[in-house]
């Protein structure tokens, strides 16, 4: 079995930062990517950024140039520091896992419960 657990949301102010965890454990074998999406009240869910195999990286264009996505191989953990945070920046923010365990032999999905960011003066 699978857990995403992440840690680090919380109340900001506009301008200030945030550092999200997301640490990932189990029979893990491999991590193919991993990253955050975020849902805010009444919208769709968006991808906010992921890092794949090789370390490539992907953004949403909204948090680019703000938000870094990194990822320490050893403890299976992703993080994403996120500055000058903006109030639309607000939503339930989920860490997102694609990975091979040792059952089936086909990478699988993972989601965390999501932890809540909430940008307000």
């Known amino acids: 079995q699978v857990q995403l657990v992440e840690s680090g949301g919380g109340l900001v102010q506009p301008g200030g930062s945030l550092r999200l965890s997301c640490a990932a454990s189990?029979?893990?074998?491999?991590?193919?990517?991993m990253g955050w999406v975020r849902q805010a009240s009444g919208k769709q869910r968006e991808l906010v950024a992921v890092v794949a195999l090789g370390g490539i990286t992907n953004y949403a264009d909204s948090v680019k140039a703000r938000f870094v996505i990194s990822r320490d191989y050893a403890r299976n953990t992703v993080y994403l520091q996120m500055n000058s945070l903006k109030p639309e920046d607000t939503a339930v923010y989920y860490c997102n896992a694609v990975l091979r365990t040792t059952g089936p032999a086909t990478p699988q999905e993972y989601w965390g419960p999501g932890t809540q960011v909430t940008v307000s003066s």
């Open positions: 189990g029979s893990i074998v491999s991590i193919h990517r």
